[in-house]
């Protein structure tokens, strides 16, 4: 599934305004390359270095961020996203193990301007994953009937983490004696006890050529907490409900809600190779 095919897929969001873009593009098409013209110079393939101080530290401070170990130092898939926003968000993926038992899902998701400068870096990693079964999941993690996903709190639970395999150590250096984490919504109106999820597509491409990949139609949240009494770090709880619309070019039906735990960086912290 190349870019080109998503194109067909999501219209406007591969659309070009610059005629040099598009020359940039068919040069590209012409090498079979389909990861073209991205920020900080990324393709699939790419060694990512990141300095691991900012993540080290908000661990000690009780984050729940997972640090990418020794082979997950190369970008193995890039998706765009498509958003109701004026600039453009994309993800690169350092590993895209779906279901967690691989080290689970990582990803820098960069967003940059309308004019493309890069103005927020995440770093992301797999929490867990989980299948909404029920008619009432699925509506509440897409937050319809104004409820659900979108609600001003989200509350993180010590026995969540019990039933996915945390061990007693870790969950007493980050719950404490407390039963639960509270996250904050982090958009919208604070005051507001709901706002409605932020709806968009991923295109994801798994091969330079853009053959592998998979689309999505995405139902997201970010949710905040502060790791230190000050508030100087923090961590986001990104809750994404994910429709697969098609996997490799073959349609393909699932449902599933990921929770991704994201610490900002700043763009000196990384170098793309």
């Known amino acids: 599934m190349a870019w080109k095919d998503a194109y067909q897929y999501v219209g406007k969001l591969f659309n070009k305004h610059d005629k040099d873009e598009l020359v940039a593009d068919d040069m590209h098409a012409e090498s079979g390359r389909q990861d073209a013209s991205l920020p900080l110079g990324a393709r699939i393939g790419s060694v990512v270095n990141l300095q691991k101080t900012p993540l080290i530290r908000a661990i000690s401070q009780g984050s729940l961020i997972a640090m990418p170990d020794e082979a997950e130092t190369r970008i193995v898939a890039i998706s765009r996203m498509q ?29 940059c301007d309308a004019s493309g400068e890069l103005q927020e870096l995440l770093y992301c990693s797999h929490l867990t994953r989980l299948i909404p079964e029920t008619v009432e999941d699925q509506q509440a993690f897409l937050g319809e009937n104004g409820a659900g996903l979108g609600d001003r709190n989200y509350s993180l639970w010590r026995e969540q983490l019990v039933s996915i395999g945390w061990d007693e150590a870790s969950l007493d250096s980050v719950f404490s004696d407390a039963d639960s984490l509270q996250y904050e919504r982090d958009a919208g109106d ?32 970010p949710y905040r907490r502060s ?43 990384l170098l793309v190779q």
Request: no cysteine.
């Open 83 to 111: 958003l109701p926003i004026s600039g453009k968000m994309y993800r690169y993926y350092l590993n895209r193990d779906a279901d967690g038992n691989n080290g689970g899902e990582k990803f820098l998701q960069l967003y």
């Open 190 to 221: 604070p005051a507001q006890e709901f706002v409605a999820p932020f709806k968009g597509v991923e295109t994801r491409i798994d091969d330079a050529a853009g053959k592998l990949g998979l689309q999505q139609d995405v139902v997201f949240m």
């Open 227 to 269: 790791l230190n009494e000050a508030g100087e770090q923090s961590e986001l709880l990104l809750i994404s409900t994910e429709i697969l619309r098609s996997k490799d070019g073959s349609s393909k039906r699932d449902i599933h809600v990921d929770f991704m735990i994201a610490l900002p960086l700043e763009a000196e912290r």
